[in-house]
């Protein structure tokens, strides 16, 4: 029985490895990482251990095995595919409340039963192990403390040794690829310990202010003022766009391009921005509002007191809030401490523009909108025959990724005329109107299907190098489209409006979070640039240089007034 055990766990472990992440997970659209021998090592490891401490249990051994395989092989595939990152459960009070929100009902109840099944049994093993281990150290003590250190070692090795690091940014899809998914995990154990300890106390808050201040005093603002002769508070519309991409660096493949001309006109006209990756929704969203980089907020109690939409709200103006889709990331608590006086969620896809079109608002007025449309599972049958009239990029697109593709770049398209249809909306109604359009992420899977398909791979490597790859869609009221340089950081967003509405931002947090650059360093979403011939490169940077400096200051503030004490607010006031 022993050596069946050792036999057949070893190949129902391999047998579930290979099916689940060179098979099933890759025709979701999910990465296919290349194999690494070292992951069914490390569930063989743990299984041997399971069957010791069980006392050679069979049937609870192999359940132990189905539990690590989908925890390792099946959930963090999908948080590196999805969050570029490993997911931790520390990382669930953040991420389960909107995933719950924004599925269908059949797959709520599947998601929170299978989450039940799943935390329970981990919660259950690690009571019976525990028991089992201080039964055996009372029956044999030699035994109990040779499994004890076995167990120890074996869990310092797997996931808390300390791993080098040698850059400033987590590459977790390159990690798995060179060692495997678990090692993936204790290299974001050992990173976030170099790079993501961010302590808000007091003082350093004080010491941020104090640094940031001095940039503020220094800020030459004349790059961020549009041209505009009008005597009256401008209206203004901010409108984030769900997973939007206008698949711009695959042109040469098109044979008829499915995006509107009007559009592509204005995205000509525009700057490109970043970023390129899974950072969320709610990044957008905090990004262009408050001006912090990617960090999730604790759910809100107090105020953030000189956001956005204080400042404009504090001007005279109505702020107003539009949500497509329902509440997410305690946005209904979020909201309302930043400034805004209404909010209205579950508003239907592409309904932003009819909500202004059939609502007059009190003027000035400054509206945030998001749209729903582009997340997956959102989707509205259309007549574009893309697939039809693009045969030429679709044959490079591996098949089992079409559909999804073809849906995606349908949801694009149809966001595309949404926003030109929006912006004619507002200019009818508010002709004076700042109009700005901002997409918040790429659609999780889209690297994952283009990195599979025979596209050409200089396309590829400019797709995948684009770290400034939509359009910051600006309108000047009566003057149109307005550009900005490529790179422009989306936390700059709300100084950008502030400047252009010349209403009071001196010592706000829009403007201590402010990105300047700093030695010809571009800053946004906690990575450092440079525009060399017209083209965004990421660059590393020492933690002595200034630019590291002021983005570390900068964290400082967004963990204090999202996360902290909002110390900020009281020494401000002060």
């Keep these: 029985m022993l050596y069946n055990f050792y036999i057949n766990s070893f190949i129902i472990i391999s047998i579930l490895y290979f099916t689940i992440t060179q098979f099933l997970l890759p ?11 070292i992951d069914i090592l490390y569930i063989y490891l743990f299984s041997l251990i399971s069957y010791f401490l ?33 997911i931790f459960f520390t990382d669930m009070e953040y991420l389960y409340p909107s995933l719950i929100e924004v599925l269908p009902f059949y797959m709520q109840i599947i998601t929170i039963a299978a989450t039940i099944l799943y935390f329970s049994s981990l ?23 040779i499994l004890f250190f076995i167990i120890l070692i074996t869990t310092y090795l797997s996931f808390f040794r300390e791993v080098k690091i040698n850059s400033i940014y987590p590459n977790y899809i390159e990690r798995v690829n060179k060692f495997g998914i678990i090692n993936s995990i204790s290299y974001r154990i050992s990173f976030d310990r170099e790079n993501n300890k961010v302590i808000a106390n007091i003082d350093n808050v004080k010491n941020a202010i104090e640094l940031l201040k001095e940039v503020q005093n220094k800020r030459e ?58 950072n969320g ?82 003027e000035p007025v400054f ?25 030429r990029f679709y044959e490079k697109i591996n098949r089992k990724d079409k559909k999804v593709l073809l849906e995606t770049m349908e949801n694009s398209v149809m966001a595309a005329i949404d926003i030109i249809e929006t912006k004619n909306i507002i200019l009818q109604k508010y002709p004076d109107a700042i ?7 790429l659609y999780p899977y889209l ?26 869609l600006i309108w000047n009221g009566r003057n149109g489209a307005f550009k900005l340089e490529d790179g422009f950081p989306p936390e700059n967003i709300p100084l950008f409006i502030a400047v252009n509405t010349k209403i009071n931002w001196t010592n706000s947090i829009i403007s201590l979070l402010y990105k300047d650059k700093t030695e010809g360093i571009i800053r946004f979403y906690n990575n450092f640039y440079t525009n060399e011939n017209n083209k965004i490169i990421r660059i590393e940077v020492s933690k002595e240089s200034l630019s590291y400096k002021y983005n570390y200051a900068q964290r400082i503030l967004s963990e204090d007034i999202l996360r902290g004490e909002k110390y900020f607010n009281d020494i401000i006031t002060r």
């Design 447 to 472: 690297a994952g299907m283009i990195y599979n398909s025979s596209v050409d791979e200089n396309i590829k490597k400019e797709f995948f190098e684009s770290y400034a790859i939509s359009p910051l």
């Design 435 to 441: 109009i700005i359009f901002k997409h918040d992420h």
């Design 123 to 145: 919660f259950a093993f690690s009571i019976y192990f525990l028991y089992r281990l201080i039964k055996i150290f009372l029956i044999d003590k030699k035994k109990g403390i």
């Design 281 to 362: 929704s709610l990044f957008a969203r905090l990004s262009g509002l408050i001006g912090t980089s990617p960090i999730y907020p604790k759910k809100q109690k107090s105020k953030v007191n000189t956001a956005l939409p204080f400042l404009m709200k504090n001007a005279g103006y109505k702020t107003i809030a539009l949500e497509e889709c329902g509440i997410t990331f305690n946005l209904d608590k979020l909201f309302p401490n930043i400034g805004f006086e209404e909010i209205i969620f579950n508003l239907g896809l592409t309904n932003i523009k009819n909500y202004i079109k059939n609502n007059d608002f009190e």
């Design 54 to 86: 069980s006392n050679k249990k069979l049937v609870i051994s192999y359940l132990f095995i189905i539990v690590s395989v989908f925890s390792f092989f099946t959930i963090e595939p999908l948080g590196i595919t999805i969050l570029t990152k490993p």
């Design 27 to 37: 025709s979701l659209s999910i990465d296919r990482f290349k194999i690494s021998f």
């Design 367 to 391: 509206v945030s909108g998001f749209t729903f449309l582009g997340h997956a599972g959102s989707h509205i049958k259309n007549d574009f025959n893309i697939f039809e009239n693009n045969k």
């Design 221 to 278: 603002i004349s790059n961020l003022i549009m041209p505009y002769d009008y005597t009256n508070k401008r209206n203004v519309f901010i409108i984030f766009m769900e997973s939007f991409y206008d698949y711009s660096h695959f042109l040469e493949l098109f044979d008829k391009d499915p995006f509107p001309k009007e559009y592509r006109e204005w995205a000509l006209q525009s700057s490109k921005v970043g970023p390129n990756d899974g």
